[in-house]
Nanobody
């Protein structure tokens, strides 16, 4: 069982920055791929970024060049550094753990464990 707890959300003006953190339980955190997703009101949950256990990353086109995902395996934590934020980035952000590596990286169904989410609101 893996427990994930996000933090770092809040209200920020357009053009600003925020860093989200996701702390994970478990002794094998370093072996998981970790993803970030977001869900805006009335919309489906969408892929934002992923980092594999070896450190490789992939991003949604909408955030590429503005967001950076990283991990600190010693701290069992994954981060999402968000910059040049836009009002359309407003959503609840979730971190998720892929422990089976059996699906596609951008599909929520590929991830077994989820955090509770943290709200990010970008004002114009």
């Amino acid at each position: 069982q893996v427990q994930l707890v996000e933090s770092g959300g809040g209200l920020v003006q357009a053009g600003g920055s925020l860093r989200l953190s996701c702390a994970a339980s478990g002794r094998t955190f370093g072996s998981y791929a970790m993803g970030w997703f977001r869900q805006a009101p009335g919309k489906e949950r969408e892929f934002v970024a992923r980092i594999w256990s070896g450190g490789s990353t992939v991003y949604a086109e909408s955030v590429k060049g503005r967001f950076t995902v990283s991990r600190d395996n010693a701290k069992n934590t994954v981060y999402l550094q968000m910059g040049r934020l836009k009002p359309e980035d407003t959503a609840v952000y979730y971190c998720a753990a892929d422990v089976t590596y059996s699906g596609t990286y951008y599909s929520p169904s590929s991830y077994t464990y989820w955090g509770q989410g943290t709200q990010v609101t970008v004002s114009s």
